[in-house]
């Protein structure tokens, strides 16, 4: 399976949940994640930890580069939930 496949399945989700994805680049720098996951506020969910997501996406068995991974640390440590994301299985239980 290809990261585009899981890609469009997350894009596909989170709509379904009425919320809204985009895509992601920074400026003049490297490492961001593929992807911003914005979710409505629910009596069901708790806002901060579920309202923004910022994903990164990599086909089954791939795992963050170097750079990446430095990059969602440094996101991590100010407050920012980083998620990698590499199977269908993987977006269903982060929507769960
Ligand atoms: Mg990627």
Redesign the pocket.
């Known amino acids: 399976m290809k990261?585009s496949q899981i890609?469009a399945h997350l894009v596909k989700r989170v709509k379904a949940l009425g919320g809204e994805v985009r895509k992601v680049q920074w400026i003049g720098r490297r490492g961001a994640?593929?992807r911003l996951v914005m979710l409505p506020t629910s009596p069901h969910r708790h806002v901060w930890a579920a309202g923004t997501i910022w994903v990164?996406?990599?086909a089954p068995g791939l795992k963050?580069e170097t750079h990446?991974v430095r990059e969602h640390e440094r996101m991590r440590c100010m407050g920012q939930r980083v998620v990698v994301i590499d199977s269908i299985e993987a977006v269903e239980k982060l929507l769960a």
Do not use: G, I
Request: proline share 11%; glycine share 0%.
């Open positions: 990261e890609e994640p593929d990164e996406l990599k963050a990446q």
